[in-house]
């Protein structure tokens, strides 16, 4: 959904930091993204998501992220690229998630974002 307009659009800096879209996010095929069975969510095909997983419609989980089983990611959320998500975990509704690991049974509330911050 948000990769279909970055691709299509020239936005400028201060919009891509405003909505944290990374580089790596910038450059990602929207072609590679698939629906996920178990709730709707989009994933980029090299992404490792256990089966007992759920994304809701909405979210997004990026290239070589990793989510454990009986996770959830609720809507409007984005994992970004290679973020590890442990087993029996809860994202919350649009959260981001960006270099960072998350551990089991953790609780990420709704509206958080977590990681670092684009260098540029």
Known sequence: MIMIIVIKK??????LRLYNI?????VENPQDFQKWRNGGGSFHQSACIDPTALTEV???V??????GANVCVGSGAVVGPAVTIGQSTKIGYNVALSN????DSCAIHNGV???QDDAN
Not at 10 to 15: A, E, G, L, N
Not at 22 to 26: D, E, L, N
């Open 58 to 60: 909405g979210a997004i």
């Open 113 to 115: 974002c977590i990681g």
């Open 100 to 103: 960072c690991i998350v551990g």
């Open 10 to 15: 020239k936005y400028t800096q201060d919009f």
């Open 22 to 26: 990374s580089a790596i996010s910038r």
């Open 62 to 67: 990026h290239s070589k992220a990793l989510l």
